[in-house]
T-cell receptor
């Protein structure tokens, strides 16, 4: 059974701080990794994807992947109240999003306090 | 900017009734997916669809479920005889040019 684990939170950080969200996955053959943001009652919205070990930066967001440790993380710099949401980690055993399916974690709820 | 649309936004039905959830993927996308999310739980894959046929399905996607693309734009999920446990948000997604899945706004299904 392929699993993706996340700390459910809530993770509370002050405005302007760095939020660090973590995710582990069970299938060592996993190839692609995605972070989605989900506001309450809304659909998942893609923030970042990463395929290779190391860091990938996009604006205030940095995704980090360590395949040896089966660990992926998301850093949000200069956190804003509008970042308050549930962050979903999703994993695919195939490269990219076309083949196979996304396996989601339960999500970490982030609260950014003004 | 093109978006995935889903109708209805909320569907209420009686147990045992058939429901059809509709999705209009972004027009030039080729891969389509259905996911569901029971309240408070994780997003779960149901089925993927490519070239007018199912390419992969999960254990959840049993004989009560079916998908089709009846015309060039709509992509539907049918649940033949709904159960209470089918109550969930159902999301349609399609594959973008960056090889990532873009989700529609979802349909909330309530089975009474």
């Amino acid at each position: 059974q392929k699993e993706v684990e996340q700390n459910s939170g809530p993770l509370s950080v002050p405005e302007g701080a760095i939020a660090s969200l973590n995710c582990t996955y069970s299938d060592r053959g996993s190839q692609s990794f995605f972070w989605y943001r989900q506001y309450s009652g809304k659909s998942p919205e893609l923030i970042m994807f990463i395929y290779s070990n190391g860091d990938k930066e996009d604006g205030r967001f940095t995704a980090q992947l360590n395949k040896a440790s089966q660990y992926v993380s998301l850093l949000i710099r200069d956190s804003q109240p509008s970042d308050s949401a549930t962050y979903l980690c999703a994993v695919n055993i195939e490269f990219g999003g076309s083949q196979g399916n996304l396996i989601f974690g339960k999500g970490t709820k982030l609260s950014v306090k003004p | 900017e093109p978006e995935v649309t889903q109708t209805p936004s909320h569907q209420v039905t009686q147990m045992g009734q058939e429901v059809i959830l509709r999705c209009v993927p972004i027009s030039n996308h080729l891969y389509f997916y259905w996911y569901r999310q029971i309240l408070g739980q994780k997003v779960e894959f149901l089925v993927s669809f490519y070239n007018n046929e199912i390419s992969e399905k999960s254990e959840i996607f049993d004989d009560q479920f079916s998908v089709e693309r009846p015309d060039g734009s709509n992509f539907t999920l049918k649940i033949r005889s709904t159960k209470l446990e089918d109550s969930a948000m159902y999301f349609c997604a399609s594959l973008t040019s960056t090889d990532t899945q873009y989700f529609g706004p979802g349909t909330r299904l309530t089975v009474l």
